[in-house]
């Protein structure tokens, strides 16, 4: 069976640091891969995905970046964090093909405060 | 581009009773229908899914959910609500390309004893 895992699962960063978040896939392979941004009491705000090794799209601006180094490996990462950089950071996969149709699976979450 | 809108932000309901969660989706074309819930501090779960036939789609923890394209909607049901059902619930919309779903912004459930 497929397991995504997710850490760590809480981090409390000062402004101005950098961040590495990690998400790591088994059970499957070439899957898509995608890291979302909660904020307190708002809905899910895809940031990044991956169709392969290397291949990231962004969807929002912002001083985040993502990388694929390996095929289930998603990791991400800023230079200098934000105190709106805060929140719940969750990664997903999901089946290559049609990506619209096959469900997101998703990892326990990461819990980012920036003080 | 599809869109997903959750007109309710937060529902209170008893346990036991019934629930009703709204879902209503813009595309063009035959969407794919998802619902999950978060517990708090969790990631998300699947319920349900709907890609074709049947409209009432069966999931998983007693709830079920029904495609009505007339009305572009896909409301999660559930006839008797336990207290661990206190959660928040997404709907999402996923078209047949391109590499993204679409989130609903979110029901909050809450349940009173």
């Known amino acids: 069976s497929q397991t995504i895992h997710q850490w760590p699962a809480t981090l409390v960063q000062p402004v101005g640091s950098p961040l590495s978040l990690e998400c790591t896939v088994e059970?499957?392979?070439?899957?898509?891969l995608y890291w979302y941004r909660q904020a307190a009491g708002r809905g899910l705000q895809l940031l990044f995905y991956?169709?392969?090794?290397?291949?990231i799209s962004s969807e929002v601006p912002q001083n985040l970046s993502a990388s694929r180094p390996q095929d289930r490996q998603f990791i991400l990462s800023s230079k200098k964090l934000l105190l709106s950089d805060s929140g719940f950071y969750l990664c997903?996969?999901?089946?290559?093909?049609?990506?619209?149709?096959?469900?997101?699976?998703f990892g326990p979450g990461t819990r980012l405060t920036v003080l | 581009a599809q869109s997903v809108t959750q007109p309710d932000i937060h529902i209170t309901v008893s346990e036991g009773a019934s629930l009703e969660l709204r879902c209503n989706y813009s595309?063009?074309?035959?969407?794919?229908l998802f619902w999950y819930v978060q517990s708090p501090g969790q990631g998300l779960q699947l319920l349900l899914k709907?890609?074709?036939?049947?409209?009432l789609v069966q999931g998983i923890k007693g709830f079920e959910a029904e495609f009505k394209r007339s009305q572009s909607s896909f409301n999660l049901r559930k006839p008797s609500v336990h207290w661990s059902d206190a959660a928040e619930y997404f709907c999402a919309v996923g078209a047949g390309y391109g590499q993204n779903f679409v989130f609903g912004p979110g029901t909050r459930l809450s349940v009173l004893p």
């Open positions: 595309y063009g074309a035959t969407p794919y």
């Open positions: 059970g499957t392979s070439n899957p898509n």
């Open positions: 997903a996969w999901n089946l290559r093909g049609m990506p619209g149709r096959n469900e997101q699976f």
């Open positions: 991956s169709v392969g090794i290397g291949q």
């Open positions: 709907y890609f074709s036939g049947d409209t």
